[in-house]
């Protein structure tokens, strides 16, 4: 199952590499993280997604609670909860009715034409993962120069709030 | 204000952190370190001869005392020669801080002379680490490194100091902090009163109990209760191979080690127990064997400090997280108010099937080894013989081998902190510096070093360091003439092919060696001569003694857990098998 864990770390040199190394070291996965500082700026928000059943999910959260400068973590996934992820998408379009046929897409998936060229169409998309795969499924016959993905971002639904 | 270096701030801060020895070796990026400990008197320093010694040093310093132990080692080879080191200490959750030196931070990352980035290549193996970029940082970082490394689940601290930060020239004032708090580290102490309750009534209740503990009522101090509470509940009480002290080696509860070459009668109660009470344990593959086939009866209540130690390997049905000493401190009151009455009967008839299993097979009740023919000298008899020289008194720490499992079995520790050995990363090597560490501590005690002809070379250089810090301790080298724990499997699994495990006649003379380095040397080969011989060996405690045993090589380790099996499958001797 997927996991998206938040985590806020102090913004220490060293700090980023101990959790990716955490990762490493115990044989689990990273299959995407975003890190960023806050608006504090001691801090950074660090959301990574990864896969595991409720066993190995918890053993994770807990490795990464012992790091020393973890403040907070959570497993986002057990309670309901915001997902977005940006993507850019070079894709090729040379001719007048696939720019179309892109275009229309693009709407579809409520996503932003950001760069044009004679040859290409820059997209802009957000949304969860599933969204932005569904994009790319659907585009890639007509020819994909480049994918860039931020990776997950993550924020819990309702009054709760990670702080410190 | 006075106005310090950084080198000067590094000193004091030890000093005020209530360091007063370091183990360590000098070099160029630690040189104006080394040169502010020089103008001093309060911190020692103590000169080894490979940073991996200072490391294991400062090591058997920590566990025997329980205090932080203390390395200072240059950058570059000087901080890679102190992995291992780190590494054994991280493992068995040893309480030490290791400041290495760096190159000057405006030469970081350019492939400077000794550059190594120490930060990064320990990352694994330590409980945390700091690169110091200004002298005003130093003392804190000293006093987080500390606060760190000594509360919580304990571990090493790497504290890497560039050789600019301690740069004399450049002052300024020293401030140690009163008090360290975290934001981000603020480990549990006590356990959940409902958990506890709970698993008090699970307790009471038992039928076939037995509890199982590890180095963490060692390295918490929780002995005393441990003791308490066993005694009050008259339960069998089996320590691991990092716990062994942690109840008292010749109370009649004891049940002896657990584990790969645990007693047959720990194992197997713990196979048919119904409760299992593990405290400061990490249900260790080493101890646990197939965990498929791991005690199928049993409820497990586990207490631990490290909450990702619980229900790792072995789901725990009465998780609890809290040091052993608050845990158990609170199990005994609520054992006191609870108006509960232990199943006398049950346990009447547990420790009479616990008895039979002893008497069976237990390696205590008669010798489970072929007694010695003519004069050769069986290992396990040396430490039994070290036991009834040293009056089960001394600190006995020892490398990693078949000698390590025969001390482990044969010398029953009555105390906590008596038996000192790499648990967790098997660290040949580590019983030397340990040792000196050790007798640093406690100059009054003997302290022993069990070892064998290959580990006892891996830092055979520091008999040096013995010589010039005036080190007395006793090396009791089971020398067999082989990597006598890869020959052992070579025999059990290999066909006896012992490949790279003999040295032909490549040996040194141990005696000469000794001798070269300003100790006695003795050497052993009669089993008649050993009592002797060892009397004169620790008569002379003024200096450092080097007994070289030559030991029946055939001999195994036993019992000794069948791979893939459960607890209780085990190997009796050479033929037989439960
Ligand atoms: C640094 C290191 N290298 C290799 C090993 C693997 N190893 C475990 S026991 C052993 C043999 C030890 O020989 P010795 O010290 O003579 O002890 P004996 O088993 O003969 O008593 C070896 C090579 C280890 N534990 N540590
Ligand atoms: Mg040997």
Partial sequence: MKRIISILLENESGALSRVVGLFSQRGYNIDTLTVAPTDDDTLSRLTLTTQGDDQMAEQIVKQLHKLIDTIKVVDLTVGSHIERELMLVKIKAADHDIRAELKSCVDIFRGAIVDVTPHSYTVQLAGDSEKLDAFIEAVCEIGIMEVVRSGVSGISRGDKFLRV | MELLSGGDILIRALKDAGVKDVWGYPGGAALHIYDALYRQDDVFHILVRHEQAAVHAADGFSRATGEVGTALVTSGPGATNAITGIATAYMDSIPMVVISGQVPLTKIGQDA???????????????????????????????????????????????????????????????????TTMRSYQPTDKGHRGQIKRAVKTLIKAKRPVIYTGGGIVIDNAAPHLIALAQKLNFPVTNTLMGLGGYPGTDRQYLGMLGMHGTYEANTAMHHADVIFAVGARFDDRVTNDLEKFCPHATIIHIDVDPTTVSKN????????????????????????????????????????????????????????EPSEGTLIKP???????????????????????????????????EPRMWINSGGLGTMGFGLPAAMGCKRAFPEKDVACVTGEGSIQMCIQELSTCTQHNLPVKIINLNNAALGMVRQWQDMNYSSRYSESVYEDSLPDFVKLAEAYGHVGMKVTHIDELEEKMRECFAMQDRTVFMDICVDRSEHVYPMQMPGGSMRDLWLNKTERT
């Fill in chain 2, 113 to 179: 002379f000794q550059e190594t980035d120490m930060v990064g290549v320990s990352r694994p193996i330590v409980k945390h680490s700091f690169l110091v970029t200004r002298a005003e940082d130093i003392a804190e970082t000293i006093a987080k490194a500390y606060y760190i490394a000594s509360t919580g689940r304990p571990g090493p601290v790497v504290v890497d100091i560039p050789k600019d930060v301690t740069d004399p020239s450049y002052k300024v004032p020293y401030h140690w902090p009163a008090e």
């Fill in chain 2, 380 to 414: 396990q008899d040396v430490i039994k013989m070290l036991y009834k020289i040293t009056n089960g008194e001394a600190i006995v720490t020892s490398d990693v081998g078949q000698h390590q499992m025969f001390a482990a079995q044969y010398y029953l520790f009555d």
């Fill in chain 2, 314 to 369: 072995i789901e725990a049905h009465i998780p609890i997280v809290g040091t052993c000493t608050s845990v158990l401190t609170e199990m005994l009151t609520i054992a006191d108010q609870l108006d509960i009455e232990s199943d006398a009967e049950a346990l009447g008839e547990w420790w009479q099937q616990i008895d039979q299993w002893r008497a069976d097979k237990g390696i205590y009740t008669q010798p489970r080894y």
